[in-house]
């Protein structure tokens, strides 16, 4: 209805963001902590009384004192204390499901600037991408937006030149504000949709900029299509490194990975199908 409250209306959570702006005399701040720490002097000088609880380390102790990674302070004047923790028996997974269905929005600026990303698979639950929050990040090829994105903001994937695949399994055209891909030349990025959400699609004055190519539910979240069925798989890591798996691997033989990549976390791409989060041990 006409007057409602946009945050209403994309279903936004309230939530309260603070920056902080640090000095290189402050690596003080540069932790939660220091930031309570601040802010706790600050309440009690200008607000109100407020307690500074420190997290409990009761339970943390070191279980084996042999193996630790050494360390050596030269200048004991200017580092007069210095700690470290060395932790072992990390599993590397995937993120429990009460963790990736909380991520609704993407804040302003989020990940501006950050070249190494080049591949973005983005969970079910993202709502909202908010303005500056991927721009300048040059190296992005791959961009993987689920089916439940509502609304992409103002200069959100501005300059991101290297971009050739955007996947979106919503029938219903995200609402763009401003101009979200200023700087990318849309017809050469393959724009992967619903093949009954076409027409939606090209009457979308910033979505029909795109190279439009309607593709089923199971194929929609991959840029291959039934042509490309020789094509080689591919592997993403978390960082966004692709790597080309030899020829001889072939796509329905690529879930046994072990020995072509370092151990870790990635995504597998093959021809015709989803994409699939692995891990190589």
Not at 208 to 219: H, T
Not at 244 to 256: G, I, Q
């Amino acid at each position: 209805a006409p007057g409602t409250p946009a945050a209403e209306y994309y279903r936004l959570k309230s939530d309260y963001v603070m920056e902080v702006d640090l000095t290189p005399n402050r690596i003080d701040a540069a932790s939660h902590y220091g930031v309570a720490r601040d802010l706790a002097a600050y309440c009690d000088c200008h607000l109100t009384h407020k307690e500074l609880h420190r997290p409990s380390v009761i339970s943390f102790k070191a279980d084996r004192p042999d193996g630790a990674t050494g360390v050596e302070v030269i200048d004991t004047q200017g580092a007069p204390r210095y700690c470290g923790v060395t932790i072992r028996g990390v599993e590397v997974k995937e993120s429990p499901d009460w963790l990736r269905q909380r991520l609704e929005a993407i804040g302003a600026d989020a990940f501006e600037g950050c070249s190494s990303l080049r591949l973005l698979y983005l969970p079910e639950s993202l709502r909202s991408i908010a303005d500056g929050a991927f721009a300048g990040c040059s190296s992005l090829e791959m961009l993987f937006l689920g089916d439940r994105l509502e609304k992409v903001g103002d200069r959100a994937f501005a300059d991101c030149t290297s971009l050739r695949h955007i996947s979106l399994g919503t029938e219903e055209p995200p609402i763009t504000w401003g101009d979200s891909f200023a700087g990318v030349y849309e017809p050469d990025v393959l724009l992967s949709v619903p093949s009954q959400a076409e027409d939606t699609y090209w009457g979308s004055r910033q979505w029909s900029r795109f190279n439009i190519n309607p593709l089923s539910a199971i194929d929609a979240d991959f840029p291959y299509t039934d042509s490309d069925s020789g094509a080689p798989a591919v592997l993403f890591s978390l960082e966004g490194h692709r790597l080309s798996l030899p020829a001889h691997v072939k796509a329905e033989e690529a879930a046994t990975l072990t020995g072509y990549a370092p151990a870790g976390f990635y995504i597998l791409c093959r021809p015709g199908m989803r994409p699939v989060k692995i891990i190589i041990r």
